[in-house]
């Protein structure tokens, strides 16, 4: 399976023409090139311009000659006129920058050609999530009704405190199960459909079990790394939920309070938008450590590096990305919303009756767990137009294309 994440930086090499070679005891770098390492230290494929045993591969057919005023394409696709040529396209997407277009054309292409990766996983995960979510809901609501039945007018105090905290605990534990399945569950799903995705790029359609093969060895790693961003992330955040707290423990109508509070608006808006700034910086930190395998802090690095200078188109991407499947989970939820409420007053009747209170209740979380199930319809096609995202700018900023379309030929 080619895997040309690992290499090194591309930049340093001048993988647009034959006559290179990689630097060999500190000597300058000429021509042939020797093979990346992959993930096992051996050799996961070797660049243009290295065939095996030093012979020199024939040059892809699209890479321009290096004369002045030459307007053929490169290997990135752009020709030295400035203006789009031909590229390859092995897989999903032509080897080069890629527009909007090329972004969601090659996000629902990746859904067309490898559908029980990218769906079947999704459903399985998050149908374990929605589970987990179901129990979460369900959970507190009967430690509540529990507690109230509980009552009785001749029991102590002790007794009373004793069962509320009994329920708040149970509470809390279903809530900590639910976000800790809830991130693992993630980052296993943003691993194995990053890892369908870049194959996918290079005309390679992988089943579960090989992207998994993939994924499990940098499992940790991704963890670190998710963990590491959403630390990040929700730092800034941090600061408001401290300041909440602080005005609520305050005596209100007090000096005290109202200067904190004040804070509290004052650094709200602030605050939100760092922590969504950063969230755009560390948009690639799961995808480096899996693809690149990269630890946590070299992955959240990488990611950093990737944006930088690119920032704004970046935000732009995403936000246009969520506002699309945004729309398409909200049309799945508001469908499913109708249903249950038709549901609802039909077969149960009125629900603030006494004998259809469990019944509503289950309902409720039933359906809860639906909207979020409706979700993994979705996810796929923001994992796939992320990953694109990502290279894409490996395309732009390291002259990728050349080392994808040798891959594609392994």
């Given amino acids: ?95 080069r920058p890629l527009t909007l277009t090329d972004l969601f054309s090659g996000s629902f292409s990746a859904l067309r050609k490898n559908p029980s990766v990218l769906f079947g996983f999704t459903i399985i995960v998050m149908t374990v999530v929605a589970l987990l979510s179901l129990a979460g809901t369900m959970l507190p609501l009967f430690s509540f009704t529990s507690l109230m039945g509980d009552l009785d007018p001749q029991a102590s105090s002790k007794a009373l405190l004793d069962s509320a905290y009994m329920s708040v605990v149970s509470t809390i534990v279903g809530y900590i199960a639910l976000l800790a399945g809830s991130f693992l569950a993630g980052t296993v799903l943003d691993g194995v459909l990053s890892v369908a995705v870049s194959q996918l790029v290079i005309g390679k359609k992988i089943t579960f079990k090989q992207s998994w093969a993939l994924v499990k060895p940098r499992l940790w790693s991704m963890l670190g790394a998710s963990f590491l961003s959403m630390l990040a992330v929700g730092s800034p955040l941090l600061v408001l939920v401290i300041l909440f707290f602080m005005s609520l423990y305050s005596w209100p109508g007090s000096d005290a309070f109202f200067s904190l509070f004040g804070l509290l608006l004052a650094l709200a808006l602030p605050v939100v938008l760092v922590s969504y700034v950063i969230s755009i910086r560390f948009l690639y930190t799961p995808i480096c450590a899996v693809l690149e395998e990269k630890g946590p802090i070299e992955a959240v690095k990488r990611s950093w590096a990737l944006t930088s200078g690119s920032f704004w188109v970046t935000l732009g991407r995403v936000i246009l990305i969520n506002v699309v499947v945004g729309f398409i989970a909200g049309m799945i939820v508001q469908i499913i919303g109708i249903i249950a409420v038709i549901v609802m007053f039909t077969i149960l009747g009125d629900p603030s009756s006494p004998s259809n209170v469990w019944s509503t209740i289950i309902l409720y979380g039933v359906i809860s767990a639906l909207q979020m199930l409706a979700y993994s319809l979705v996810v796929p096609i923001l994992a796939a137009y992320q990953t694109l995202m990502y290279v894409d700018e490996k395309i732009r900023k390291e002259n990728f294309a050349p080392l994808l379309a040798h891959a594609s030929q392994g």
């Fill in 1 to 95: 399976m080619s895997s040309p994440w690992t290499s090194p930086d591309p930049t340093q090499y001048d993988l647009g023409h034959a006559d290179a070679v990689p630097p060999q005891n500190g000597q300058a770098a000429q021509a042939p090139q020797p093979a990346y390492p992959g993930p096992s230290g051996q050799p996961a494929f070797a660049p243009p311009g290295a065939g095996p045993a030093g012979v020199a591969a024939p040059q892809p057919a699209y890479a321009a000659p290096d004369t002045p005023g030459n307007s053929a394409p490169t290997a990135s696709g752009y020709s030295q006129a400035g203006t789009w040529s031909w590229a390859p396209k092995p897989g999903i997407i032509p080897l």
